[in-house]
């Protein structure tokens, strides 16, 4: 017959030995089990006296509480074991080199934000900047858009949260602004930068980017003002015959005001410049308005000048063939490895401007 004590002296011999959490589990069904062999212990009862039974009763079940206890505790120190010799198994090695060549590429905004300062930069112009956030003086007033003016409208205004006053840019002419209030004529500047409106399709995103151009001194006039931005796509484009149109316009700013758009055609998720199949609005000009002049502190009978807004992205668009211009801030790794440039690419008039072609 097999006693507390030889059963005991069994199981605790076994798990001493037991490694794995398998046989730790086999060990509890075949002591603890219905059919176990603690449980089975019990059997013997029958043949014992009443005082027995109750001695023998508490061995038994003295026996089952510390097996069970026992095999937690082993089930812990091997559980941990495994975790252990897993974490080993699977260290990395942090200070090995990355495989292959990890590579960062310029997005092509900011690629083609390059390219257009590189030309206006050899065609005179200095840079200027001025703040996202915008007062309504300098974005607005200024501009000699009176308040409620419907034109007010067309800029699908984002305001600041709680502050009247303050919006988020809807274009780069209030640097305009800035700039005729610091210096004194003659002034020749792009500004490029940010700016914001509520507007999502394929040639629209609530954040863009536009480059502003200034020129105010005596005797700078409309045909001026055209042969720049035409040799500015030429050069831009490299291409010698660049269809362009320029059509009359409105913007409260400017006086005459015109749009120039460039000839292109959208065919099989192909985009491309192209003469006689369609045209895309590349930027706003005109002759710098009289009151914007005035509001600036300069006198209109003495200085004049031209303006000009263009969308970044929208020349990035037509320049390297994407056709939609929300991907360009989605942020997906894939679409920059493919329309990205390599660090190195950077444009000059001196080594060109298709240089940094796409990859
Ligand atoms: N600020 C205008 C816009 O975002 C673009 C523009 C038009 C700028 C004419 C100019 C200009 O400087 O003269 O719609």
Redesign the pocket.
Same mark, same amino acid.
């Given at each position: 017959m097999t006693t507390v004590e030889s059963l005991s002296d069994k199981l605790f011999k076994e798990l001493d030995k037991a490694s794995s959490l398998k046989q730790l589990e086999e060990m509890r069904v075949a002591a603890l089990g219905k059919k176990g062999a603690i449980t089975d212990l019990l059997k013997n009862m029958a043949s014992l006296s009443l005082e027995e039974k109750k001695t023998y009763g508490q061995q038994v079940n003295a026996l089952k509480e510390n097996f069970a206890t026992a095999l937690e505790e082993k089930k812990k120190a091997l559980e941990a074991k495994e975790l252990e010799a897993k974490l080993q198994s699977e260290r990395v090695d942090v200070s090995l080199p990355t495989v292959g060549k990890p590579e960062g590429k310029i997005h092509p905004v900011y690629q083609v934000l390059e390219e257009m300062l590189a030309i206006f930069n050899q065609m005179g112009f200095k840079l200027a900047e001025g703040p996202d956030i915008e007062d309504d003086f300098h974005c607005f007033e200024a501009l000699n858009f009176p308040k409620n003016h419907p034109a007010r409208q067309m800029q699908a205004t984002f305001f600041m949260d709680g502050e009247e006053d303050l919006v988020l840019r &809807?274009? &780069? /002419?209030p640097v *305009?602004i800035r700039t005729m209030e610091n210096i004194k004529p003659p002034i020749k500047i792009v500004a490029p930068g940010r700016?914001y409106r509520c507007d999502y399709d394929m040639t629209h995103s609530p954040m863009f980017h *536009?480059i502003? $151009?200034?020129i105010i001194d005596k005797t700078t006039n409309m045909g001026h003002l055209k042969g720049c931005l035409v040799e500015f796509a030429k050069a831009f484009f490299n291409v010698e015959d660049i269809p362009v149109r320029f059509r009359p316009s409105f #913007?409260p #700013? &400017?006086e005459p /005001?015109a749009e120039m758009d460039i000839g292109c055609s959208r065919e099989n998720g192909e985009f491309k410049i192209e003469a006689g199949k369609g045209w895309m609005e590349v930027? @706003?000009? $005109?002759m710098v308005h009289p009151n914007v002049l005035k509001n600036c502190g300069l006198d209109p009978d003495e200085y004049q000048g #031209?303006? #000009? @807004?263009c969308g970044i992205d929208r020349f990035a668009m037509l320049k390297y063939g994407i056709p939609d211009l929300r991907t360009f801030f989605e942020a997906d790794v894939r679409w920059i490895q493919n329309y990205g440039f390599g660090a190195l690419d950077v444009p000059n008039m001196i080594r060109g401007f298709a240089a940094g072609v796409q990859k």
């Open positions: &809807t274009h &780069t /002419s *305009q700016t *536009q502003e $151009g200034l #913007f #700013f &400017t /005001s930027l @706003g000009c $005109g #031209f303006a #000009f @807004g």
